[in-house]
T-cell receptor, first 113, second 112 residues
Framework: IAGITQAPTSQILAAGRRMTLRCTQDMRHNAMYWYRQDLGLGLRLIHYSNTAGTTGKGEVPDGYSVSRANTDDFPLTLASAVPSQTSVYFCASSLGQGGNEQFFGPGTRLTVL | GQNIDQPTEMTATEGAIVQINCTYQTSGFNGLFWYQQHAGEAPTFLSY????GLEETGRFSSFLSRSKGYSYLLLKELQMKDSASYFCAVRDDTSGTYKYIFGTGTRLKVLA
């Protein structure tokens, strides 16, 4: 693994289904983030984690949950997907919460029907 | 509240200079960032300003005025590959932890 990876690349999901988007980084970064990107709305922060074992809510957390059991992994779960969660999801990491550069994963394109 | 404004779209000619402006309002300013995103790709970091003044990295420069809540990204010697969206983002520590707020992005088209 080099950098930060996300899986799946894309997914079509029926409304009401549970879905977990995976994010893994091998840079030993302490801070990790989940964003959604919608046309005309830029990137909006969903949840973040400043270090393993801690998480926090971003700008649009409703309908999403995260966990940070270790430094490398930061999965995002949609407990019961709704069509408004159709978006492109980006995971990012930085050296620390004060890190000056966020490294972004390639993104997951999610469609909820 | 927190708010970031930047133009939706700009067009410029190859070889020219373009300036993308960003204004922001935030109660806990802790740095301003510029990211570039090509269509279908992830955002990539361009620059970071926390003090007033100009930061230069190659063809790109970023300026910050904290008193005016204003920044700009300057792209010199434009190339076709510079056609992308550019996002201004502010790091805010109002809640005691850092959060990043992104603008809606400026789509730059570079014409031959």
């Amino acid at each position: 693994i080099a950098g930060i990876t996300q899986a799946p690349t894309s997914q079509i999901l029926a409304a009401g289904r549970r879905m977990t988007l995976r994010c893994t980084q091998d840079m030993r970064h302490n801070a990790m983030y989940w964003y959604r990107q919608d046309l005309g709305l830029g990137l909006r922060l969903i949840h973040y984690s400043n270090t393993a074992g801690t998480t926090g809510k971003g700008e649009v957390p409703d309908g999403y949950s995260v966990s940070r059991a270790n430094t490398d992994d930061f999965p995002l779960t949609l407990a019961s997907a709704v069509p408004s969660q159709t978006s492109v999801y980006f995971c990012a990491s930085s050296l620390g919460q004060g890190g000056n550069e966020q490294f972004f994963g390639p993104g997951t394109r999610l469609t909820v029907l | 509240g927190q708010n970031i404004d930047q133009p939706t779209e700009m067009t410029a000619t190859e070889g020219a200079i373009v300036q993308i402006n960003c204004t922001y309002q935030t109660s806990g300013f802790n740095g301003l960032f510029w990211y570039q995103q090509h269509a279908g790709e992830a955002p990539t970091f361009l620059s970071y300003n926390v003090l007033d003044g100009l930061e230069e990295t190659g063809r790109f420069s970023s300026f910050l005025s904290r008193s005016k809540g204003y920044s700009y990204l300057l792209l010199k010697e434009l190339q076709m590959k510079d056609s992308a969206s550019y996002f201004c983002a502010v790091r805010d520590d109002t809640s005691g932890t850092y959060k990043y707020i992104f603008g809606t992005g400026t789509r730059l088209k570079v014409l031959a």
